[in-house]
Nanobody
Framework: QLQLEESGGGSVQAGGSLRLSCVAS????????LGWFRQAPGKEREFVAA????????YYADIAKGRFTISRDIFKNAVYLEMNNLKPEDTAVYFC????????????????WGQGTRVTVSP
């Protein structure tokens, strides 16, 4: 069992940066595959980035490539999403996810989800 709590969202102007954090409580954090999803107002939830439990594989959606970086700190039970060159279309609620199966993380069917943190990017 994991509980996930995101933080780091806020308001920023286009071109700015934010670093989202997600801290997990529970056992064996290092065995979980991790990821980030987002949901913009009136839109479906979409995949942003994922990281395999062994950190050997990172996956990024096209909207994130070259601008976002996913990472983790197993000593802090945390996963991060560094977001640079933000655009107004990045405005959304961002959720961190975790699952023992990497496929489920990327498909959006992970077992564990945080409550989300809101990011607003103004022009």
């Amino acid at each position: 069992q994991l509980q996930l709590e995101e933080s780091g969202g806020g308001s920023v102007q286009a071109g700015g940066s934010l670093r989202l954090s997600c801290v997990a409580s529970g056992r064996a954090f290092e065995t979980y595959n991790l990821g980030w999803f987002r949901q913009a107002p009136g839109k479906e939830r979409e995949f942003v980035a994922a990281l395999s439990y062994d950190e050997q594989n990172k996956y990024y959606a096209d909207i994130a490539k070259g601008r976002f970086t996913i990472s983790r700190d197993i000593f802090k039970n945390a996963v991060y999403l560094e977001m640079n060159n933000l655009k107004p279309e990045d405005t959304a609620v961002y959720f961190c996810v975790a699952d023992s199966n990497s496929y489920y993380v990327r498909q959006g069917t992970a077992d564990y989800w945080g409550q989300g943190t809101r990011v607003t990017v103004s022009p």
